[in-house]
């Protein structure tokens, strides 16, 4: 992958310090930091003037509901620039996401959720809360990062920031965009998969204040260490913007990408730590595990995806502080799947009738696995326009930077239900077989949909409030106010219609409309220029059908329009620090989140039906990203969290949340040399994790998810100015381990093995 480096506008940054505070920054310990400026001995001042290209660090999100520096920020945030994911060639979201900590993924139920990108964070499933340029993304699969410019991670209960959304925070992508310079880059790499990408970026002046943007991607080939898997796709992203350096400024984008992938089903979980199967058990003995290539799908197994999405924002300056910003976007997008996936595996007695045996055990023909046939059609559409009015004002000795808004947003999501995905037969479970037999295939819809839209007016108003050189305060509030309409068409069955013939379409037409108020409020003191300490307490909703655009005629269901939404809170204390002449960001955060209304129950007696539940997430989190010496950068961060189920099942309450570990851990790190060669490298560590949070028994399939540690290594080297070499390692010790595991414990992803890509980038 490749990016623009416009290296004529690199910022620097010129700080002036007592010369005992420069010493100490450089321990980089927020102790350190204290002491130093607690010293009152007056010295001498030293300038220090520092300029780092291509830096890790950023200053701020794109968004103008964030008005100050991220050092003033009272809120985790984690920025994701693209000169990590250039350096990592992490060309999926899914593969930026791992710089930062407390991340999990997914695979879901069924088999039509492998393909997403299935976020859980701090505890919660945030896979519906993921946006581009701060609006809500369409659909849910594996997004690309070729128009990227950086990922934006805020965590905690941020409500007032998007309105509905997830206890644990939201993921923004910050898409590329045309700037008044002359610039092209491109790339192409190829791993050992024989996956091979091109990209190109060219970015052209039209004039004093008109450029004009085309990023392109095209990549094609397999999947490190997964036989008969592919990652196909190819996209175009022409901008183009008016007026830049002038006080009115118009850009319009476009985006389209195509997918035609080879779907993963993953392979089987026989053999791993935590396996369960009957036979197995009885037997006394243990399986051996699969081949982590076997591919158990079908050789008409597919994955389409075409997503169309075109923007228009105007920003212009109505005085100095003072700015209003409109953007509009329609954006369609279509996910069609066929994937065929393992489960249970069966001993074949017939071939051994005298049972299981150590002799036996692990004769290839001694086992078969069934094979499911999982399809989707999913079509989603989005039409929004935001209004958004920056301002600066003063009332007495308070300085207030106010940000308010309006936005008007439609989202619809239509999902078919499709026939004649035919039958395979089950797979030997060690020698799988692709072109084996289908039976019935052909694919086509039955009438059964789930057709629901969503139309939401929501307004937000933001104010920090500055109080002398050290003392800020913040708060903001938004209401929204929304109507979903669900027009499903369901089958009827002996049971749930039996006055009808089985499979009778019939109509499930629902709606719910409600009023959100979210809200967020902090306190954050300065003791000095360049270091924060703050508190802050915030809240978000997500109320019936907010996650999937379904809601259910049952009474019980949490989706039913007469349910309550499901309400989080979060408190946070923490504090940022600029060290090393702004080079380096340090920051360390303490919070607690606390979701509750999420479950439902029905009154024995009077058959009342109530909402409940309650979950929690505490946590610390420690990140550090920036430069150490202008040749010598680092992003690193650790989360350490402990969740409970306070109010939920019997087999569930007082159990840890599912699918999120207590320790996680991420670094990277690059030194570049004088004579054009950068060396860089990277560590992972996600500690074990509960598949459910069902109390566990002797008969549960993989309860638990073992821990593990992945290292990459990269070295770059500068041929001439304008063209580089890049050699990625990926899982240098080559380790074994679950990168995905779906619902019920049956199947999972094999982590990337040990594997390598070479690149070759250009930039003019």
């Known amino acids: 992958m490749a990016y623009i480096q416009n290296n004529k506008h690199t910022p620097s940054r010129t700080v002036r310090l007592p010369e005992t505070a420069a010493l100490a920054v450089l321990a980089l310990t927020l102790p350190g930091m204290a002491s130093a400026q607690q010293n009152t001995q007056t010295l001498s001042e030293v300038e220090v003037t520092s300029t780092v290209e291509n830096s890790y660090k950023a200053e701020t999100v794109s968004s103008p509901k964030f008005t100050q520096p991220l050092v003033d920020t009272p809120q985790t945030i984690t920025v994701i620039k693209k000169e990590i994911l250039q350096e990592q060639q992490a060309t999926s979201l899914v593969e930026a996401l791992r710089n930062t900590p407390g991340i999990t993924l997914l695979l879901g139920e069924g088999g039509n959720s492998n393909t997403k990108d299935n976020i859980f964070m701090r505890g919660f499933d945030t896979s519906g809360s993921v946006f581009v340029d701060g609006v809500r993304d369409l659909g849910n699969f594996s997004r690309d990062t070729f128009n990227t410019e950086q990922i934006e991670i805020s965590k905690g209960a941020v409500g007032a920031d998007n309105g509905r959304g997830a206890p644990s925070g939201y993921v923004n992508l910050s898409s590329k965009a045309p700037f008044a310079d002359n610039a092209v880059s491109g790339g192409i790499s190829v791993n050992d998969a024989e996956n091979v990408r091109l990209t190109a970026d060219l970015n052209r002046k039209l004039g004093e204040n008109t450029a004009f943007r085309l990023n392109v991607m095209k990549q094609e080939g397999g999947v490190a260490g997964r036989d008969e898997v592919e990652n196909n796709r190819w996209g175009i992203a022409p901008s183009i913007a008016f007026g830049l350096n002038t006080p009115t400024r118009t850009t319009l984008s476009y985006l389209h990408i195509e997918q035609n992938n080879v779907p993963d089903g993953g392979i089987s979980t026989i053999g791993l730590k935590g396996f369960y199967n009957a036979a197995l058990a009885a037997a006394g003995v243990g399986a051996r595990k699969v081949d982590t290539e076997n591919f158990y799908g079908s050789d008409d197994d597919f994955e389409d995806v075409t997503v169309d999405m075109f923007t228009v924002k105007v920003e212009h300056d109505i005085a100095p502080g003072t700015t209003l910003r409109n953007t509009s976007r329609w954006g369609k997008a279509r996910h069609e799947l066929m994937v065929t996936a393992p489960g249970n595996p069966s001993y074949n007695a017939t071939s051994n009738p005298n049972g299981i045996q150590a002799s036996n055990i692990n004769n290839p023909a001694s086992w078969t696995v069934p094979r499911s046939r999982q399809t989707k059609w999913q079509e989603n559409e989005l039409l929004t326009n935001q209004t958004n009015l920056t301002t600066e004002f003063a009332t007495g000795p308070l300085t207030h930077t106010v940000t308010t808004g309006i936005e008007f947003i439609h989202e619809r999501q239509l999902t078919k239900t499709l026939t004649g995905a035919g039958t395979m037969a089950p797979a030997n479970l060690y020698n799988p077989n692709a072109n084996d037999a289908v039976t019935g295939y052909g694919l086509t819809p039955n009438g059964a949909r ?33 109507d979903t309409k669900a027009r499903n068409v369901v089958l009827s069955t002996a049971t749930s219609h039996p006055t009808l013939p089985v499979g009778t379409l019939v109509p499930q037409n629902a709606e719910a409309d409600d009023t959100l108020v979210s809200w967020k409020v902090g306190a954050l003191y300065k003791p000095t220029a360049d270091g924060s300490i703050y508190a802050a307490y915030a809240n978000s909703k997500q109320p019936p059908g907010g996650s999937n655009f379904t809601l259910s005629t049952t009474a019980t269901n949490i989706n039913n329009p007469n349910m309550d939404p499901q309400e989080a809170q979060t408190i946070e204390l923490g504090t940022k620090w600029d060290v090393l002449d702004n080079r380096l960001a340090l920051t360390a955060a303490v919070y607690h989140t606390e979701n509750k209304n999420d479950l439902t129950q029905t009154d024995p007696i009077t058959g009342d039906i ?131 595991i779906n619902n019920n414990g049956y199947r999972y992803t094999p982590g990337t093995p040990r594997s390598a890509m070479l690149s070759a980038n250009f930039q003019f």
């Open 610 to 740: 109530t909402q409940w539940g309650k979950k929690t997430v505490r946590g610390i989190e420690l990140g550090v990203v920036g430069a150490i010496t202008p040749a010598w950068q680092i992003s690193a961060g650790l989360a350490k969290m402990k969740t409970e189920v306070k109010e939920g099942s019997d087999t569930q309450q007082g159990n840890a949340i599912n699918w999120s570990p207590e320790l996680t851990f991420t670094a990277w790190t690059s030194y570049r040399f004088p004579f054009g060669l950068t060396i860089g490298g990277g560590a992972r560590y996600v500690d074990s994790m509960l598949r459910t949070s069902t109390n566990t028994t002797a008969t549960t399939v993989m309860p638990e998810i073992e821990d593990y540690w992945v290292y990459d290594a990269m070295a770059s080297y500068a041929i001439n100015k304008n063209v580089t070499i890049q050699l990625n390692l990926y899982n240098l010790t080559d380790e074994k381990y679950i990168a995905s």
């Open 450 to 482: 789930a057709d629901g839209e969503t139309m939401t007016i929501g307004a937000y108003l933001f104010d920090t409030i500055k109080l002398g050189e050290q003392w800020q305060f913040s708060g903001g509030v938004r209401l929204d106010r929304y």
